[in-house]
């Protein structure tokens, strides 16, 4: 088949519409996680617990009044607005008219919608919104995956054999990005329940790259792999393990680099876990020598005892 550039414009607005919403996805998981080991690291230092939230502020802002700001839920929910406009107008114009295309973009639109729902309740509640209960903001994310999940799985009818396999796996990272959601706001003071979400809005990310480079790519006529093949089935599941394995190791990347730019504070806190057990071993080691000296006094105290008693008994008269 012959490459004309009547593909490539079929194929472009395929490939910017896969690849948007990973690098949303990507940069909501960046921060996220910087922000949430800054945090860990924080109350390490200090001490103290630590609490997860749904929303991360800009923390490094100069102004302390603009670290309290909710900006990254505005700039999500703005970016969100902007691609619901862009899925509308791209979808009910020109030829794109038909009922079945139509519908597609208007599925796209309704993910947007969800997850501008999320990024607003995630501006309420950080403000400290009281008509909003404990846990909105994870129960309006939950509810965004859900749509997210709904609406993909039936995206899929007549499809070609590859095409299907790629977004079911998409499928299920967004199915875990929904179970991390609600275990993160159950553990929400246990700082590793809130990386399984990071690392799922991460590879989430990447494998809309992934989609997009095998089925749209605009520079070239066909995807390498056979759309109908069974083993272009296991390639690409082999390559959905590789994203895994790269959204953790980028997560432990950012985690060390973040440590490092804390100037290390774990160090300092094992220092004094290290103290509190050296004391508490010469704690034990004392207790254990005054039980043993008690031990001792309680043994003489027995003996003197006996030898009264048996004083006592000779001197009764005999019969």
């Given amino acids: 088949m012959e490459y004309n550039e009547s593909m490539a414009e079929m194929r472009v607005p395929r490939f910017i519409g896969h690849m948007l919403p ?15 080991y800054r945090q860990h690291f924080k109350s ?15 923390w490094f802002l100069s102004d302390k009044t603009a670290k309290t700001r909710q900006i990254e839920a505005v700039v999500r929910f703005t970016l969100l607005f902007l691609g619901v406009a862009a899925e509308l107008l791209s979808g009910f114009k020109g030829h794109n008219r038909k009922y079945t295309n139509g519908v597609i973009h208007a599925e796209h639109s309704a993910i947007f919608t969800a997850f501008g729902l999320s990024a607003f309740v995630d501006i309420l509640t950080y403000h400290g919104n009281s008509c909003l209960p404990d846990g909105s903001a994870y129960f309006c994310g939950l509810g965004a995956f859900g749509v997210q ?6 995206h899929l009818h007549g499809r070609t054999l590859l095409n299907t396999h790629l977004h079911t796996l998409l499928i299920y990272t967004v199915g875990l990005n929904a179970v991390a959601t609600i275990t993160e706001y159950i553990y929400r003071d246990k700082f590793i329940w809130s990386l399984p979400r990071i690392v799922f809005l991460w590879l989430q990310g990447t494998w809309f790259y992934q989609i997009a480079f095998i089925l749209f790519n605009p520079y070239r006529d066909s995807p390498t792999l056979d759309v109908n093949d069974n083993e272009s089935v296991m390639v690409v599941t082999l390559y959905f393990a590789g994203h895994i394995l790269l959204a953790f190791a980028v997560q432990f990347l950012i985690g060390g680099l973040v440590y490092l730019c804390n100037g290390r504070p774990a160090l300092k806190l094992n220092r004094d876990y290290t103290q509190l057990e050296e004391i508490s071993t010469s704690g034990s080691s004392q207790s254990s020598a005054s039980n043993s000296v008690t031990e001792k006094q309680g043994s003489g105290s027995d ?6 008693t048996s004083k006592l008994i000779e001197e009764l008269p005999h019969s």
Wanted: proline residues 2%; negative net charge; hydrophobic residues 40%.
């Fill in 149 to 154: 999940f709904v609406l993909l799985a039936f």
């Fill in 44 to 58: 390490n230092s200090k001490k103290k617990c630590f609490q997860a939230s749904h929303g991360h502020p800009y």
């Fill in 303 to 308: 003996n003197e005892l006996w030898e009264e």
């Fill in 22 to 36: 990973g690098i949303l996805f990507i940069t909501i998981s960046t921060y996220g996680s910087v922000d949430l």
